[in-house]
């Protein structure tokens, strides 16, 4: 049975918006930082966005500043990941992931912090 699952990827045109979501098995997700990573053919796994288990705190990669926005709802035991603006450079498959306990914020671009990834799903975005 999967703990994290993916859904909202497609294709769209550059400028437009999605919303992915990620939604998780909740002993899985209550009192975890939750993140995104995406990879684009022949490239390796690259670290998008994180939040911390209360949403108070946030990290994006520089290359999404000001377009993309993480979210969670603890209540519903899901992460979210608002995309605006979208360019071609974002196509990519996108994938949710569950950071170990206790990783350090500084951490969250890294993959080895990463104990639970979901299936990924695609986003597509054509010029």
């Known amino acids: 049975q999967a703990q994290l699952v993916e859904s909202g990827g497609g294709l769209v045109q550059a400028g437009d918006s999605l919303r992915l979501s990620c939604a998780a098995a909740?002993?899985?997700?209550?009192?975890?930082?939750m993140g995104w990573f995406r990879q684009a053919p022949g490239r390796e796994r690259e670290f998008v966005a994180a939040i911390n288990w209360n949403g108070i705190n946030t990290r994006y990669a520089d290359s999404v500043k000001g377009r993309f926005t993480i979210s969670r709802d603890n209540a519903k035991n899901t992460v979210y990941l608002q995309m605006n603006s979208l360019k071609p450079e974002d196509t990519a498959d996108y994938y949710c992931?569950?950071?170990?306990?206790?990783?350090?914020?500084?951490?969250?671009?890294?993959?080895?912090?990463?104990?639970?990834w979901g299936q990924g799903t695609q986003v597509t975005v054509s010029s």
């Open positions: 992931a569950r950071y170990q306990d206790y990783t350090n914020s500084g951490n969250y671009g890294d993959t080895w912090a990463v104990d639970y």
């Open positions: 909740g002993r899985i997700f209550r009192g975890y930082a």
